[in-house]
Nanobody, 126 residues
Framework: QVQLVESGGGLVQAGGSLRLSCAASGRTFSYYRAGWFCQAPGKERELVAGITWDGGNTYYADSVKGRFTISRDNAKNTVYLQMNSLNPEDTAVYYC???????????????????WGQGTQVTVSS
């Protein structure tokens, strides 16, 4: 396992931007794929963006494609989610997750990820 801590969430107006960060510790992060999941009240946790262990391949949900960018810096043990053109439908708790079993596949189900952060709230006002 790695320990993950998210930061960067907050309250923004529609059309604004946020950059979420996920700092990892405990294990060598380069051996993990990573992803950002969101969970809105009353809804299932959904994969927003995923990235392979080396950053060579990424996945984006259709709803965020072109607006969000996932990246990682293994030297800093950090994965990022740049969120642009935010709209109220993006309001959710965003969780960083990591997995060392499917390193070269950027998208996975929630139960495939063994390490999770505590989440950071993103609220977008209209």
């Amino acid at each position: 396992q790695v320990q993950l801590v998210e930061s960067g969430g907050g309250l923004v107006q529609a059309g604004g931007s946020l950059r979420l960060s996920c700092a990892a510790s405990g294990r060598t992060f380069s051996y993990y794929r990573a992803g950002w999941f969101c969970q809105a009240p009353g809804k299932e946790r959904e994969l927003v963006a995923g990235i392979t262990w080396d950053g060579g391949n990424t996945y984006y949900a259709d709803s965020v494609k072109g607006r969000f960018t996932i990246s990682r810096d293994n030297a800093k043990n950090t994965v990022y989610l740049q969120m642009n053109s935010l709209n109220p439908e993006d309001t959710a708790v965003y969780y960083c997750a990591a997995d060392r079993r499917y390193l070269v596949i950027p998208a996975g189900r929630p139960d495939e990820y063994e390490s999770w952060g505590q989440g950071t709230q993103v609220t977008v006002s209209s």
